[in-house]
């Protein structure tokens, strides 16, 4: 599988409260629709699918959301493409396939999620590396 496009076509981010004690922030990412895209400009033996999906980290109780839309464009093998599309019309996805697409997507909107969160004063949704002084007691002979 290889990634060929990836591109969002709609953000939102809202912040209703300006505390934010006692929250729970949760993601969650809904895979919309999944098609063959014609390939017949390319010269791939790969077939192109394009994957819609909806991401969104919400701030609970009801105190902030970031939601986006995007596009995923991906190449993939014909006998690939065909259990995908299959397994699709049951709104389900080849577990390896399913694993690798939201990766994708956390990656990237993950991402731009937390530049639109620290942009508009949220708390991020995933752990940044943190560096701290070390206060001596931890070092060997002292």
Known sequence: ?????????????EKRKDLFSDIKINNNLNIIDVKVIDQSVFKSKDEMISVHFKYVVSYDPDAAS???DGKILLGVDSKLSKDILRQWK???????????????????????A?????????????????IRKEDGSNQAGK
């Open 1 to 13: 599988m290889k990634l060929l496009g990836f591109n969002l076509t709609r953000i939102n981010v």
């Open 66 to 68: 970031v939601e986006m």
């Open 90 to 112: 049951d709104k389900k996805l080849p577990e390896d396939f399913r694993i690798a697409l939201f990766n994708i997507v956390f990656r990237k909107a993950g991402l731009k």
């Open 114 to 130: 937390a530049q639109l969160e620290d942009e508009m004063g949220l708390p991020l949704h995933i752990q940044m590396p943190f």
